[in-house]
């Protein structure tokens, strides 16, 4: 099993729309967990944190389910601008600790 | 807002060659990474820097490479004799603390293409 896994889309919804994306993680004992976006051919970038009691920035929303070992992103009213590839990002246990692992990435697309 | 630098954007080189990719990280952050990302898949983990000395590598970080942090802001990471199949974007990354409590921030990074 992967130790991140995504689903690669690509996810082509219309401006305006509301889109969730979906994350496993296969180690129990992952610490932190993550949204990164990657624009084509662009450094990742972080989109925000994901704690265990969910959290909201704006228009974005992030679960986590420690029982499931799945993390989702919601984009509400989703803007041109938001096209893009979401990685899901797992701290897992390591022998640093400063390990993050990226999944594949789901590649969202918006049309005017 | 702080950046990590790269440089340079782009190399090329021919196989067998050796090459250098340098990077500038936040000042006052204390971990450094570098990732690659060959095109087309996903970002992938080489190595981590902390107080010196590499904390953890990965299974591609292999005797080919090092990394180096010569002065008080560069951080390096040479590969030493190339091969067709490390054509990638090298990233490099700094956070300002473990992983787990913050989140990276990377460079622009730097398309090695070998040829």
């Not at chain 1, 889309?9 to 976006?37: D, I, M």
């Not at chain 2, 010196?52 to 002065?71: A, T, W």
Request: with cysteine; charged share 20%; glycine share 6%.
């Amino acid at each position: 099993r992967k130790e991140v896994e995504q689903d690669p889309g690509p996810f082509n919804v219309p401006e305006g729309a509301t889109v969730a994306f979906n994350c496993t993680y296969s180690n129990s004992a992952s610490q932190s967990f993550f949204w990164y976006r990657q624009d084509c051919r662009k450094e990742p970038k972080l989109l925000m944190s994901v704690y265990s009691s969910g959290n909201e920035d704006g228009r974005f929303t992030a679960q986590l389910n420690r029982a499931s070992q799945y993390i989702s992103l919601l984009i509400r009213d989703s803007k041109l601008s938001d096209s893009a590839t979401y990685l899901c990002v797992v701290n897992p246990p390591s022998s640093s600790a400063s390990k993050i692992i990226f999944g594949s990435g789901t590649r969202l697309s918006i049309r005017p | 807002e702080p950046e990590v630098t790269q440089t340079p954007s782009h190399q090329v080189t021919q196989m067998g060659q050796e090459v250098i990719l340098r990077c500038v990280p936040i000042s006052n952050h204390l971990y450094f990474y570098w990732y690659r990302q060959i095109l087309g898949q996903k970002v992938e983990f080489l190595v981590s820097f902390y107080n010196n000395e590499i904390s953890e590598k990965s299974e591609i970080f292999d005797d080919q490479f090092s990394v180096e942090r010569p002065d008080g802001s560069n951080f390096t990471l040479k590969i030493r004799s190339t091969k067709l199949e490390d054509s990638a974007m090298y990233f490099c990354a700094s956070s300002e603390g473990l992983a787990r409590d913050y989140g990276y921030t990377f460079g622009s990074g730097t398309r090695l293409t070998v040829v």
